[in-house]
C-alpha cells in the first residue's frame, strides 16, 4: 500500500504533461496482488480518478491509454464504477473509442465494458451514463472499423475486447437494446460471426449479444426479420469449442421458439449441422460439454419438428438425411439419442400420409422393439413417454391399426397396464390402446378379455390424481365395448368388473365426444347384461337428467342418451330402480324438441317412466 500511495503522490505532485510511466507503475503494482479491491477501493477515495481524466485528455497516446487502462483496471471493482461514472469518465472514454490508435480505444472500450457491469447498488447506471453519451453508436462504429483491422494480436484484441463491452451493454437494459438494433448492429454480428467463426471467445461475445437482442420484442422482430441462419450454421460446422456450440445451439433454440424461424432454420440447413454437432461429440466427447451439447442440440431439433412446415421439409417424404438420421437415433446406445429420435418419430406422425409411409418402411416395429426393452417399472420413464407419443400417434391412421396389431403391439402394451405406476406415462399407453383397438374387433376383445388389465382400467377410472388418466380409463373401457363385436362374454365380464359406474360418471362429461362414446356403450351393456343391482350402484338417474337438460348438447349426441334410456328400459326392475319425477320432467321436455329423432325417442321413453 505504501508503494501504491507513493505511486498516486507522484501523479499529484506532476504539474506538466501526464506521461505514462506512473500509470503503467500503478497498474503493474495492482497486477502483483492477489486480491486489489480494498486498494482499489482507496485510491478511488485518493482521488485517482481525476488523475486518469487528465491522462486520457492528453495529447500524449501513451498516456492516453495507460490512464484508460487504469480506470478499466479499478472498475473491475464494483464499488469503483460509480465513481466512474459521477467523475465524468464515460463520456471522456466514449470520446477516445474513435481514436485511432488501437491501444486507445482498446483501454477505452475495456474500461466502458467494465463500468457497465453488474453493479448491486446503481443498476444499469453504467448502461445509462454510456447511452447518454453516444456510446452505442461510437460502439457500432468502433465494431465497423474493427472488423476491417488486419489479424495482429492488437487488433484482435481490440475486436474482443468491442464485442465484450457490446455484451455488457446489452445485458439486461432494453432501452441499450432497442437504440443498438436501430443502429444497424444485427448486420455487423453477423459480419463477426462470418470473419471470424473459427475464434472463441469472439464468437461466445457475438452469440451471446444477440440472444440478449432476441429477449426483447423488439430484438427479436430484427433478429428473426434478417434471417442469421446462415452465419449460425457456418459456426456450427466448423466451429469445435464446446463452449461457443453451446452458445449457438442455446441461441437457435432461443430463436426456434418462434414458428416462422422453424421454417427458416429447418430451411437454412440448422438440422444438418446439428446432426453434425451431435456426431461429432458422440464419437470423440471433447469435454464434459459434450453431454449437455448432446441434449441441448436434440432438444432443438425435436422443437424444430413441432412446427407444421418445418416438420415437412425434414421429413422430405421419408428420404430426409435428418430424418434418416433420427430414425437411427432410436437404437443408440445413448439415452439421449432414443429419446429424441421417439419423439421426432411422435412429431413427424402427425399426417395419415406421413403415417403410413412411416408405418410401411419398419418405424412401428423399430419404436415396439426399442419399448419391449422398457416395458416394465424399471424402464426409463422418459423414453417409454416418448415411445408411446409416437406409437400412439402412429396408431391414429386407420391402415395402421391392423399393421400394429400383427406387429404383436398388443403383446408389448398391455404387460404395461398392469407394470406402470407413472401416471403421465399410463396417460400415453391408455391413449395409445385405445387408438389401436378402434375397428379392431380381435385387439378389443383381447384387451377387454385381461382381467388384470380391466381391473386397472377400473381402479384408474376413480383417481383424483391424474384427471387425463381417469378420463382415459373410461373412455379405454367405453371403446373396448364398442369394437368388441357385440361379444357377449366380454361385455359381461366388464360389468362384473364394475365397468359400468365408471361409463355413467362419463356420461355426465363436459365434454361432447365423451359423452357420446359413454351413451353408446352403455346402450350395448343395457342391451347385453345388465341388472338392477348395477345400475342401483350408479347415479345413472341424476346424470342423465343433466345431460338432456344441457341445451348445447348436439341433438344427435341427446339421441344416442336417449336410446341409452330406452335399452335400459328393456329391463323393467332396473328401470324401476332410477325412476325419478326430475327425470321424467326433463325428458317430457324433450318431447316437442325440433329433431325429430329426439322427439320420437323422448315421447316413447316419457310413457315408460
Known sequence: ??????????????????????????????????????????????????????????????????????????????????????????????????????????????????????????????????????????LLSLLQRAAGLPNTPDDHQLRLVA?????????????????????????????????????????????????????????????????????????????????????????????????????????????????????????????????????????????????????????????????????????????????????????????????????????????????????????DIRLQHALLSALRNLSIAKENKPVLVTQSALEVLLPMATAIETFPVVFKLLATLRMIIDGQTDAAVKVGSDSDVVSRLVGWCSTTDHPGVQGESSRLLAWIIKNCGGDTSIIKSLVSAGCVAPLVLMLGSEHAVMVNEAALALVLVFGTAVTDSVVEKTKLAEVVTFVVKNPYLPPEILANVLSMMTALSANATALESIKTDDLRTAVKELSSHANEQVKNLAVALTEKL
Open 1 to 138: 500500500m505504501e508503494d501504491l500511495t507513493a505511486s498516486l503522490e507522484k501523479l499529484r505532485v506532476n504539474t506538466g504533461e501526464p506521461t505514462p510511466g506512473p500509470f503503467e507503475d500503478l497498474i503493474n503494482q495492482l497486477h502483483e496482488l492477489e486480491d486489489s479491491t480494498t486498494v482499489c477501493e482507496e485510491l478511488v477515495k485518493g482521488g485517482v480518478l481525476l488523475l486518469t481524466v487528465k491522462a486520457i485528455q492528453s495529447s500524449s497516446p501513451e498516456a492516453q491509454a495507460k490512464g484508460a487502462e487504469l480506470v478499466a483496471e479499478l472498475a473491475k471493482v464494483e464499488n469503483c464504477r460509480l465513481g466512474c461514472v459521477t467523475n465524468g469518465l464515460v463520456p471522456i472514454l466514449v470520446e477516445k473509442m474513435s481514436s485511432s490508435n488501437t491501444k486507445v480505444a482498446l483501454q477505452a472500450c475495456r474500461a466502458l465494458g467494465n463500468i457497465c457491469y453488474e453493479h448491486v447498488f446503481l443498476p444499469d447506471g453504467g448502461r445509462v451514463s454510456v447511452m447518454e453519451s453516444g456510446g452505442a453508436s461510437q
Open 163 to 379: 464485442t465484450g463491452f457490446l455484451l455488457n451493454l446489452l445485458n439486461s437494459y432494453d432501452t441499450v437494446q432497442d437504440q443498438s438494433m436501430e443502429a444497424e448492429l444485427v448486420d455487423v454480428l453477423c459480419q463477426y460471426l462470418d470473419k471470424f467463426a473459427e475464434d472463441e471467445d469472439i464468437p461466445t461475445h457475438v452469440l451471446l449479444s444477440l440472444t440478449c437482442m432476441a429477449d426483447t420484442e423488439v430484438g427479436r422482430g430484427l433478429v428473426v426479420s434478417r434471417d442469421i441462419t446462415p452465419h449460425l450454421v457456418r459456426v456450427l460446422r466448423i466451429n469445435e469449442s464446446p463452449e461457443v456450440t453451446e452458445t449457438c445451439l442455446e441461441l437457435v433454440t432461443n430463436l426456434a421458439e418462434t414458428e416462422c424461424v422453424k421454417t427458416q432454420v429447418a430451411e437454412g440447413g440448422v438440422c444438418e449441422a446439428v446432426v453434425e454437432v451431435v456426431r461429432r461429440h458422440r464419437n470423440n466427447p471433447s469435454s464434459d460439454l459434450s453431454p449437455p451439447i448432446i441434449k441441448t442440440a436434440t432438444d432443438l431439433i425435436v422443437l424444430i419438428l413441432v412446427g407444421d412446415e418445418s416438420m415437412g421439409i425434414v421429413y422430405g417424404n421419408g428420404s430426409g438425411c435428418v430424418y434418416q438420421e433420427l430414425v437411427d437415433w432410436l437404437t443408440s446406445d445413448l439415452e439421449d439419442l432414443q429419446i429424441a429420435g421417439a419423439l421426432a418419430m411422435g412429431n413427424f406422425a402427425r399426417s395419415d400420409a406421413h403415417c403410413i409411409q412411416m408405418v410401411e418402411s419398419g418405424i412401428a416395429e423399430k419404436l415396439l422393439k426399442v419399448l419391449s426393452s422398457h416395458n416394465s417399472g424399471e424402464g
